[in-house]
């Protein structure tokens, strides 16, 4: 079992930025997947960015150029550096992990978080 936690979540005015965080335990294999997902009041589930433990990352569209995933290994550290955020930005915001290789959009995420909450005015 994988325990995450976000945090960082929180209000910003249109156009601020904000840097999420996922704090895990560490890994027990060395090849693993991690995601960040949102769902906004009445909106299904949607994932946003996933990199996997060989560096490569994926984004979906409404985050392409604004934000940026990472992952400090040392600390069993998931970030998302939001930039430019707009209204539509706001959400409860997830993170995931599981082991083995990402399939994005199509990953099967083992553990999630309980959740961080963006609201952008």
């Known amino acids: 079992h994988v325990q995450l936690v976000e945090s960082g979540g929180g209000s910003v005015q249109a156009g601020g930025s904000l840097r999420l965080s996922c704090a895990h335990w560490?890994?027990?294999?060395?090849?693993?997947?991690m995601g960040w997902f949102r769902q906004a009041p009445g909106k299904e589930l949607e994932e946003i960015a996933s990199i996997g433990s060989d560096g490569v990352t994926n984004y979906a569209d409404p985050a392409k150029g604004r934000f940026t995933i990472s992952h400090d290994d040392d600390a069993n550290r998931l970030y998302l550096q939001m930039r430019s955020l707009t209204p539509e930005d706001t959400a409860m915001y997830y993170c995931?992990?599981?082991?083995?290789?990402?399939?994005?959009?199509?990953?099967?995420?083992?553990?999630r978080g309980q959740g961080t909450q963006v609201t952008v005015s």
């Open positions: 560490k890994f027990s294999s060395g090849s693993y997947c």
């Open positions: 995931a992990a599981t082991g083995g290789p990402c399939s994005w959009l199509g990953t099967d995420y083992a553990f």
